[in-house]
């Protein structure tokens, strides 16, 4: 009878020991990030939503075809985090959106400071961390792809925009540079190349229907498997 015990309490050690190894550990402030990574993704993807709404109430259709594509791109970031979370064992609980909605001249303006910001002061930063074990390296992946990814949504908003402000300087991005005012844009807006967009569902990276490759220079998803947005 001892002996059975002995066993048993011998096995369920075994057993607890391998459960507890297999689940790869995170540091805190991983966590930490990653959570705060999703908030971030949330909020712009909402905000997205409603620009796309905006737009198309401003009769702006390759504006809002644009920010369409943007918030599917920041769906699949958001995606992402969130099944990170999920395989770690943390509870993902619902987040209040932060949106500052305004005209799409503004709009447009704040969208590319936005992707900016991330560019280049969210994800460097994102990725000084250590990722010491498998699970953290498939999170600095994740990071790294999100990052290629925001510099091509950034590049399609400059695109559309430098076509509004084409006196103005390439690197308004900073942005002071005023757009002509409501009937103009929609004049030029109906100018604007008719562009149809395709989103890694991956990665979220966005191409247009005239730089649109076989598959995802990120993540080689084939072109047939892009989503996309007309
Ligand atoms: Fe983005
Ligand atoms: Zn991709």
Redesign the pocket.
């Known amino acids: 009878m001892k002996k059975t015990i002995f066993y048993s309490i011998a096995i369920l050690t075994i057993v607890w020991q391998f459960i507890g190894c297999s689940r790869e550990q995170v540091n805190q402030q991983t966590l930490e990030n990653l959570k705060k990574s999703l908030v971030r ?1 949330i909020s ?1 993807r909402e905000t ?1 939503k409603a620009y796309t709404n905006q737009a198309e109430k401003e009769h702006l259709h390759q504006v809002a075809r644009l920010f369409k594509a ?1 918030s599917i ?2 769906n699949v ?1 958001a995606s992402n985090y969130i099944n990170l979370l999920k395989s770690l064992d943390q509870d993902i609980t619902s987040i209040d959106p932060f949106i500052v909605l305004d005209s799409t001249r503004f709009n447009l303006q704040n ?1 590319i400071k ?2 900016l910001f ?1 560019i280049d002061s969210v994800y460097p930063v994102l990725l000084m961390g250590k990722f010491p074990s498998q699970t953290e390296k498939k999170i600095s992946d994740v990071y790294r792809h ?1 990052w290629e ?2 510099k ?3 590049s399609l908003l400059l695109m559309i925009y430098d076509f509004f402000v084409s006196e103005a300087p390439k690197n308004i991005e900073k942005s002071e540079a005023t757009l002509p005012s409501q009937n103009y844009l929609q004049k030029l807006d109906s100018d604007f190349l008719e562009k149809v967009y395709y989103v890694c569902p991956v990665d ?1 990276k ?1 191409f247009d229907s005239q730089n649109v490759p076989e598959s995802c220079n990120i993540c080689k998803t084939p072109k047939s498997k892009l989503i996309k947005v007309e």
């Open positions: 993704e712009t997205y943007l791109g920041e970031h969208s936005e992707e991330e999100t990814a925001e091509s949504h950034k979220g966005i």
